[in-house]
């Protein structure tokens, strides 16, 4: 079965990394994407790739 990546926003918040961790607990390749306005990198599991950004237009 082809792999499936799933976008997070607000990935490093506190309903956002708790589904980063069951996704990528079931498998899937997770990207966060996150301005760590009220968010915390270290609540991000360390497996998905990580995308900063300052708008809902990143250049990333
Ligand atoms: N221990 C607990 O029970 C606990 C702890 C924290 C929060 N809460 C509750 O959880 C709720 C809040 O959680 P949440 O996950 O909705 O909010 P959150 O603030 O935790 O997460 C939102 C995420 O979105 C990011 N973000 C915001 N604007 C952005 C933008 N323009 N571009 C990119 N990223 C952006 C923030 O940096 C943050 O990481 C509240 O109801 C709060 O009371 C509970």
């Known amino acids: 079965m082809k792999q499936q990546t799933i976008l997070v926003t607000g ?3 506190f309903v956002g ?3 980063v ?3 990528v607990a079931q ?3 997770v990207i966060v994407l996150d ?3 009220t968010g915390n990198r270290r609540a991000v599991h360390p497996k ?3 995308c900063a950004a ?3 237009t ?3």
């Open 35 to 37: 301005n760590l306005q």
């Open 48 to 50: 998905p790739a990580w």
């Open 58 to 60: 990143p250049a990333c």
């Open 54 to 56: 300052a708008s809902a």
């Open 11 to 13: 990935g490093a918040g």
């Open 21 to 23: 961790e069951l996704l």
């Open 27 to 29: 498998g899937y390749d």
């Open 17 to 19: 990394s708790v589904c």
